[in-house]
């Protein structure tokens, strides 16, 4: 059995988001990610069991570091208004530092792929359901299903974003903010 190579397993993984980002999910193979990874087709197998594994396990691992990032120094002595603004900055701010991260999410959601993909297994997703229920429970969120609120709140994150990146709207500290408070504003009371 051939051992794993953290610096092969990189390779893959980085290759693999360029070339999504760049082709599209439909225009990559596991030989042209070799090739870009410069390593053998056969060790692709090595870490993955086939393409959509691969494609996966990448969008899962960008979604585990988002989450990561997004919840640090958030904390339950903030009030409900304070963690939500927090989530919905620290989101931001993560796939602004990584528009890479930020292309190959959005390509893969629209994915067949998606269909096996459980959200509710993403601690941001977790974190982020308790605290809009909460929010709810306490009467200062919209009693409304959570995926209705998380559409108005989160879901424009990806709309400026891309904004952002087209250069249709350079989006300052100022924007930022003001879009955040936007998205509290939409499922507040």
Excluded at 60 to 81: H, Q
Excluded at 97 to 123: A, G, L, S, V
């Amino acid at each position: 059995m051939r051992t794993r190579d953290q610096k092969k397993y990189d390779a893959i993984v980085k290759s693999s988001i360029e070339l999504t980002n760049k082709l599209g999910f439909s225009g990559i193979s596991i030989s042209k990610i070799a090739k870009k990874a410069n390593v053998s087709p056969a060790t692709i197998y090595i870490y993955f069991e086939n393409k959509d594994d691969l494609l996966t396990a990448i969008y899962c691992d960008i979604r585990k570091k988002a989450g990561e990032s997004v919840l640090t120094n958030i904390d339950t002595s903030m009030s409900i208004k304070e963690r939500f603004k927090a989530i919905w900055i620290n989101s931001f701010s993560f796939y602004l530092n990584h528009p890479e991260h930020t292309q190959y999410r959005e390509q893969f959601e629209q994915t067949k792929m998606m269909k096996e993909i459980n959200t509710d297994d993403f601690e941001l997703n977790k974190y982020t359901v308790e605290l809009l229920t909460k929010g709810i429970q306490d009467r200062i969120i919209q009693d409304r299903p959570i995926p209705i609120l998380i559409s108005f709140a989160f879901i424009p994150i990806i709309t400026l974003l891309r904004f952002h990146f087209n250069g249709i709207l350079k989006l300052s500290e100022e924007h930022i903010i003001n879009a955040c408070e936007i998205a509290w504003k939409s499922i507040a009371i």
